[in-house]
């Protein structure tokens, strides 16, 4: 039987992100020693893990769970610096999902939400078997923090993809629903639109010149994104997103949120009052005008919207982990030798 390219298509879901508990004390120290991925047990085919992990886009949807920790260990702690990949449906496991819009909704009132809508899982290891062939990591805690390191370099770079993609879409919404308004000369619509392009343009070059400038592993030769670049561009991406979406609400107005539903410009006796009064001009189509609205309201202020603003800011980590790893990484001693010469200190 001939195989179809999918047969061996495999996706597997990145699962990190542990309960954590009380976040001033270690993974051996909570109150109860499951809030972080554990080992229970060790045999001679392989080994059993208990806890849980959150925040798993599309758990139940992927083949794979590649299980990593979820930052570095301590020797006495080299129960939690496990790491493995097993199928989704290996016994004892149970995911709990949560998705940001209902399957029902429909694609004119939710354009992003009813293509987009994707499950967030809540996954529980209740004493998992994993064979030896599949695991990873089994307490070697001096390489927890390089897989946790090394999964937020590539999940910072997706998220980098993604945002340009996004902020093309706002840039070209803004426009569009400013000439649907008359307002595309404006003034201040042409600041608003500057601000956009400016936040699009910087994230984009700052992923150009990750890739342009990658790093090489030693001694395997991989390749992978510029570290700092990585996180500073992230970073910048995160800590300005929210109020970059502002001017575009400023440019939309209050009908990002208030525009009538489809069903009611589909019905006779509301759908001529709508037709009426959202008119502008003859060359502005009502319902062209309507989608506009409800792409702008469904990317940044309802279902897609509200998920993409928590993910703009902790997917790969939140501020304070592209602050780590930008001290991390920067070159410090070449920034202060350079201090030093202009200040003339030998």
Known sequence: MQQSPRDNDLRGAEVITDPK???KRRANEQDDPDLYVRIVERREDGIV?????L???????????????????????????VSFSIPVNTPGVSIINRSFAPAELNEFDYPASSHHSMPEGFVVFDDVFVPWDRVFLAGEVELAS???RSLGLWERTGGLVES????????????LVSEMQGKDKDPVVQSSLSELIVYQE?????????CEHYETSQPSGMVFPNTLAVNATKYYLAANFHQTIKYL??????????????????????????????????????????????????????????????????????????????????????????????????
Request: no cysteine; aromatic share 8%; net charge positive.
């Open 146 to 148: 390089v897989l946790a």
């Open 21 to 23: 508990g009380d976040r």
């Open 55 to 81: 925040h798993i886009t599309a758990a139940s949807l992927v083949h794979e769970l590649v299980v990593m920790p979820t930052k570095g260990m301590r020797p006495e702690e080299a129960d939690y610096a």
């Open 202 to 210: 910087m994230i984009r070059m700052g992923l150009d010149y990750a």
């Open 249 to 346: 609400h400023d440019l939309a107005g209050g009908l990002v949120i208030t525009v009538p539903m489809e069903a009611d410009l589909r019905n006779e006796e509301s759908g001529k009052f709508i037709r009426k009064y959202l008119y502008t001009r003859k060359d502005v189509d009502i319902e062209a005008r309507m989608r506009v609205y409800n792409l702008i309201r469904d990317l940044t202020a309802d279902a897609y919207g509200g998920w993409w603003f928590v993910v703009a800011l902790q997917s790969g980590g939140g501020l304070p982990a592209q602050r780590t790893m930008m001290n991390r990484t920067f070159d410090m001693e070449k920034a202060k030798a350079a201090a030093r010469k202009a200040a003339g200190i030998s």
């Open 164 to 175: 340009v993609r996004n902020g093309e879409l706002y840039i070209g919404l803004a426009q």
């Open 49 to 53: 893990v208990r806890g849980a992990k």
